[in-house]
Structures are given as structure tokens and as C-alpha cells.
């Protein structure tokens, strides 16, 4: 069993950045590849980035490749998103994800996640 608690988010203008933090709990952290999504109301969750168990493999969405980076560390049982160059359309709850102890991968589909933290808020303001 794994929980996830998410921090970091808040209010920012446009073109700012801003740092989450997802800390997990529980002995098998290091086992487990880690994802972020967000949703906007009404929609459906979209897929941001994702990190493999030893951090051999990142991937990411389009719309934020080149402007936000993944990283994790196992030490801290913490997994991070880096966010930069930060747009209105960014603006959304973010979640963090950890599958349950599959092989060194990255996952783009929110089915292949087993644990969710409750989200935190990020707000860009143009």
C-alpha cells in the first residue's frame, strides 16, 4: 500500500514557475514508477509526465515537454515536478500517481496507476 500526499501548488502569473512535490509513504517507493496528471473540471485527466522506478525513463506530454521536468528521489520517498515558463492553460488540480511495482517504465495511461494523492491546486494568471 502506498499513500501519496501532494504540496506546492498555488497561485502564479504567467511565465513563472513553480515546484510539486508528491511524498509517499510506505517501504516499496522505489519500486514503484510515478506519474503526475491534472484536471480541470469537466474534463478528463490528462496525462503531464511520468518516471520510472530507478529514474532510467521520463516521458511527457506535448504540451509541456521542454518546460517541465520530473525527477524523484528515493532516499525521500518523494517524486517532484519542476514546473517552468508557466501558462494559463496550465492551470488545473495535479495529482500524483504510483503504479503497483511493475518493471522499469513510464506510463501515459491513468489505468495503469494503482495510487492517486488528493491533488493539489495550481492557478496561472495571465
Known amino acids: 500500500q502506498v499513500q501519496l500526499v501532494e504540496s506546492g501548488g498555488g497561485l502564479v502569473q504567467a511565465g513563472g514557475s513553480l515546484r510539486l512535490s508528491c511524498a509517499a509513504s510506505?517501504?516499496?517507493?522505489?519500486?514503484?514508477?510515478m506519474g503526475w496528471f491534472r484536471q480541470d473540471p469537466g474534463k478528463e485527466r490528462e496525462f503531464v509526465a511520468a518516471?520510472?522506478?530507478?529514474?532510467?525513463?521520463?516521458a511527457y506530454a506535448d504540451s509541456v515537454r521542454g518546460r517541465f521536468t520530473i525527477a524523484r528521489d528515493n532516499a525521500k520517498n518523494t517524486v517532484y515536478l519542476q514546473m517552468d515558463s508557466l501558462k494559463p492553460e496550465d492551470t488545473a488540480v495535479y495529482y500524483c500517481?504510483?503504479?503497483?511495482?511493475?518493471?522499469?517504465?513510464?506510463?501515459?495511461?491513468?489505468?495503469?496507476?494503482?495510487?492517486w494523492g488528493q491533488g493539489t491546486q495550481v492557478t496561472v494568471s495571465s
Open positions: 500517481a504510483a503504479d503497483d511495482n511493475g518493471p522499469h517504465q513510464v506510463h501515459d495511461n491513468p489505468d495503469e496507476y494503482a495510487y
Open positions: 510506505g517501504r516499496t517507493f522505489s519500486s514503484n514508477n
Open positions: 518516471i520510472s522506478r530507478a529514474s532510467l525513463r521520463t
